[in-house]
């Protein structure tokens, strides 16, 4: 079945960030791409095969590795420090620097892959192009927007 790739639904293109979320960040990097960021996970867990990962694919590290955020310092990589230990806290610290917390199915929660809309009668339904999960509005979603809502600075 083919599909058409997801609008962005951010207000513009440049909206969309390239992130390198460090390993303790996972869950935040998972609710990142329900924001429709693109958010890789680091190939490497030593700190210096993070920093290549990030130059060479021009992403922007997040971590609460105050060492790590050091070190994105002295490489000249761009990096933010995340602070706050819980997801709400580190949502909020996102917002602050810039990011839109609108919910927005581009990138797969899963593998960062993007997400194809694809036409079903139940409604609207995305399926990402590299694992083949899907996507749809469920009950939870009204969840995430009121979330998202309560968030936004």
């Known amino acids: 079945m083919t599909g058409k790739e997801?609008?962005?639904?951010?207000?513009?293109?440049?909206?969309?960030?390239r992130f390198l979320a460090d390993l303790m960040l996972m869950r935040l990097a998972r609710w990142l791409r329900l924001l429709g960021q693109d958010v890789a996970v680091p190939a490497g867990e030593r700190d210096e095969e993070l920093l290549r990962q990030a130059?060479?694919?021009?992403?922007?590290?997040?971590?609460?590795?105050?060492?790590?955020?050091?070190?994105?310092l002295r490489a000249n990589v761009p990096?933010?420090?995340?602070?706050?230990?819980?997801?709400s806290g580190q949502l909020r610290e996102m917002a602050e620097a810039g990011l839109p917390l609108r919910?927005?199915?581009?990138?797969?929660?899963v593998c960062n892959g993007l997400l194809e809309e694809i036409g079903s009668p139940q409604g609207q339904r995305w399926r990402c192009r590299d694992c083949g999960k899907l996507y749809w509005q469920g009950g939870h979603w009204k969840g995430i927007k009121k979330r998202l809502e309560e968030l936004r600075p």
């Open 55 to 72: 130059g060479q694919e021009e992403r922007t590290v997040i971590t609460r590795d105050k060492g790590l955020f050091q070190a994105c």
């Open 6 to 17: 997801c609008e962005v639904q951010n207000e513009a293109a440049e909206n969309v960030k």
């Open 103 to 109: 919910l927005n199915p581009r990138r797969c929660t």
């Open 79 to 87: 990096c933010v420090l995340i602070r706050s230990s819980d997801l």
